[in-house]
């Protein structure tokens, strides 16, 4: 079992930066993979970036050059650093735990983050 709580959203001008923040409560954290999705009204939750136990990586097209994820295990925390906003960025930001065996997935509650042009 693994809960999430993201915080770090907010609003913020287009060329700006946000530091999102997943802190995890659970024995297994770093036996997981870490994903942020997000979603726009609308629209399919798609994921951004990943990084998984080992510390590969993962970029989507859009969030690649200005989008870092990083993980604390010690913290149980993962962060996601990100720069350049643009307003196509607006979204609710939702932080994903996948457990491969059994496989299973986690999801915090999500943080919005608006970017105004």
């Known amino acids: 079992q693994i809960e999430l709580v993201e915080s770090g959203g907010g609003l913020v001008q287009a060329g700006g930066s946000l530091r999102l923040s997943c802190a995890a409560a659970?024995?297994?954290?770093?036996?997981?993979?870490i994903g942020w999705f997000r979603q726009a009204p609308g629209k399919e939750r798609e994921i951004v970036c990943g990084i998984n136990r080992r510390g590969g990586l993962y970029y989507s097209e859009s969030a690649k050059g200005r989008f870092a994820i990083s993980r604390d295990n010690a913290e149980q925390t993962v962060y996601l650093q990100m720069n350049s906003l643009k307003p196509e960025d607006t979204a609710v930001y939702y932080c994903?735990?996948?457990?491969?065996?059994?496989?299973?997935?986690?999801w915090g509650q999500g943080t919005q983050v608006t970017v105004s042009s």
């Open positions: 659970g024995r297994i954290f770093s036996s997981v993979a």
């Open positions: 994903n735990a996948h457990r491969v065996l059994p496989p299973r997935d986690y």
